[in-house]
């Protein structure tokens, strides 16, 4: 079955592009048959987060043994994350001990998406670090994006910006909760530094969690959004398992004339295939 749709919620002209995020489904596979396991269940697109965890420095055989899970898939990379530093970090972008392996990762990555097609990158900009003045983070986050943009740009890829939401109560703050925070980093990119590959990456889990009305949202910033991810609310669970209106999040995207894919990024409540199954149903349903 392959993961398309010509309709959700509104008449649309084209194919909706479903996408497998393999760092949190198909985990019941090792990560180098993840792709694989997506491609026996239709989907002809993956992505994932910085595929070597906390490694900024993975070695040849390391990046080869993953280029070659992809290739062998059939599947196309469509996005990754960079580097995102250690657990619970939430990426290092803005942090200044972190430069040197962060940039030296963006050329890893910016090989691996030259071989196999990948033309999309999320930079996780990093929790807030109380030793540090925000303007020392934030001065630090537009080198080191306007870094990572200046190399995507010679792949023909774009960089992305990703509001994220609190993972569970008392963690460190993160900085852009909210469409209008990263906007306001990639406005500063495109006219302080004239980077122009940069871009909104909509979340509509973390959105609609940090309590965004994300229709309301996409009308206001829907130019600036590159890439969509969807898991339901609450729980960030598979669409359907949840009370978050999804559809109308998408038909919002089309409406607008949005022509990127939509990533499935949530935590199956079982197994990924039963998840599929639920995801699916919703599908049925909807159409």
Not at 174 to 191: E, K, Q, S, W
Not at 194 to 220: K, T
């Amino acid at each position: 079955m392959a993961w398309t749709l010509e309709r959700w919620a509104v008449p649309v002209t084209r194919r909706i592009r479903w996408v497998a995020n393999l760092s949190l489904l198909f985990v019941e596979e090792g990560p180098l048959d993840r792709p694989a396991a997506a491609a026996a269940e239709g989907f002809t697109e993956v992505e994932c987060w910085w595929p070597f965890g906390a490694n900024a420095s993975p070695t040849p055989s390391q990046v080869a043994a993953f280029t070659r899970s992809i290739e062998r898939s059939g599947t196309q990379l469509t996005a990754m994350n960079l580097f995102g530093g250690p657990p619970g970090a939430r990426g290092v972008v803005s942090d200044p001990s972190h430069t040197d392996a962060f940039r030296h990762s963006v050329g890893i990555a910016m090989a691996i998406g030259r071989r196999l097609g990948t033309r999309l990158f999320n930079a996780p900009f990093g929790n807030r670090i109380a030793v540090l003045k925000p303007h020392v983070q934030a001065d630090t986050a537009r080198e080191n994006l306007a870094f990572a943009a200046r190399a995507a740009a010679e792949i023909g890829a774009t960089i992305m910006i990703e509001p994220l939401s609190d993972l569970e109560p008392g963690m460190p703050e993160f900085p852009l909760r909210t469409a209008r925070d990263a906007v306001r980093v990639i406005d500063g990119l495109r006219d302080e530094a004239g980077i122009s590959n940069v871009g909104l990456l909509l979340d509509q889990y973390h959105l609609m969690v940090n309590g965004a009305d994300v229709v309301a949202e996409i009308d206001r910033y829907g130019d600036y959004v590159r890439h969509v991810q969807v898991a339901d609310v609450p729980g960030r669970g598979e669409p359907g398992s949840g009370h978050a209106d999804i559809a109308a999040v998408i038909s919002a995207l089309l409406s607008r004339g949005y022509e990127g894919a939509v990533a499935l990024e949530y935590v199956p409540r079982r197994t990924t295939r039963e998840s599929l199954l639920t995801w699916r149903r919703t599908l049925a349903h909807i159409t």
